[in-house]
Nanobody, 124 residues
Framework: QVPLVESGGGSVQAGGSLRLSCVAS????????IGWFRQTPGKEREFVAA????????FTADSVKGRFTISRDNAANTAYLQMNNLKPEDSGVYYC?????????????????WGQGAQVTVSS
């Protein structure tokens, strides 16, 4: 199993920024695609962004486009989700996920590996 460890969650006011990090074990990271999802109580897990192994292909949900940026540093075995101009509706638990394929990048059911989740709270 490829462990994924997230960090960087927290509480901010609307308009603020946070950066989430997702670290995977060395030797695996460069072979996996990374997706970010979020979830609020009573709702299904929602796709936020995904990135290919090389980082050349990126996909972002319309709800966060222009505000959130996904990136990765293969040398550091780390993926990032930079979140700017945060809104209260961005609040939730954010998960990074990993799989071998980007074929269905926005479907959480296709991801094999998941982080523990990071709480993001945006106050108005």
């Amino acid at each position: 199993q490829v462990p994924l460890v997230e960090s960087g969650g927290g509480s901010v006011q609307a308009g603020g920024s946070l950066r989430l990090s997702c670290v995977a074990s060395a030797g695996f990271f460069s072979n996996i695609v990374i997706g970010w999802f979020r979830q609020t109580p009573g709702k299904e897990r929602e796709f936020v962004a995904a990135i290919s192994r090389s980082g050349n292909s990126k996909f972002t949900a319309d709800s966060v486009k222009g505000r959130f940026t996904i990136s990765r540093d293969n040398a550091a075995n780390t993926a990032y989700l930079q979140m700017n101009n945060l809104k209260p509706e961005d609040s939730g638990v954010y998960y990074c996920a990993a799989d071998e394929s980007l074929l269905r990048y926005n479907d959480p059911e296709t991801y094999k590996y998941w982080g523990q989740g990071a709480q993001v709270t945006v106050s108005s």
